[in-house]
């Protein structure tokens, strides 16, 4: 950690108190380990907005693989980008959904597209893409 700066913040009673649960729910020991939190999340999503470089995150996908052949095309576009995928982690929820977990670290364009083309895929029944860093650029 870098030299320490210490700064004011004047928040509204009505926003405070929240925070404050916010923080207390989250096992934060502070008010300043939150902040800090909320800050590198910020700088994480500009760096996402704007990067060109190597990026990292979390595709989940939901899914009935009994469904088209979903299985199977899913499997062809993760083969074609296999370089960027780091590793997949495959649940069977009951006997027709599975929940497919990929961590996907690479350029940041080739990282957006893949996440796109499978959430897309029909059949696929819920999918989320959460963004992170490799954490070479934050303190």
């Known amino acids: 950690m870098g030299k320490l700066a210490r700064f004011g913040v004047s928040l509204d009673e009505a926003l405070l108190e929240p925070f ?31 990067a060109q470089d ?36 495959h649940v069977h929820l009951d006997h027709h959904n599975c929940l497919e977990v990929l961590v996907i670290k690479g350029q940041t364009a080739r990282v957006h597209v893949l996440a796109d083309r499978l959430i897309s895929c029909k059949g696929v029944k819920h999918g989320t893409f959460t963004l992170t860093t490799t954490g070479q650029d934050l303190v």
């Open 54 to 89: 190597e990026q990292a995150g979390t595709l989940t996908l939901v899914y009935d693989h009994h469904k088209n052949d979903l299985a199977r095309r899913l499997m062809n576009i993760q083969h074609g980008d296999h370089d960027i995928i780091v590793t997949t982690l």
């Open 20 to 50: 404050d649960g916010l923080c207390r729910r989250k096992s934060y020991s502070n008010r300043s380990e939150a902040i800090r939190d909320l800050i590198r999340k910020a700088l994480v999503e500009e760096t996402w907005r704007e």
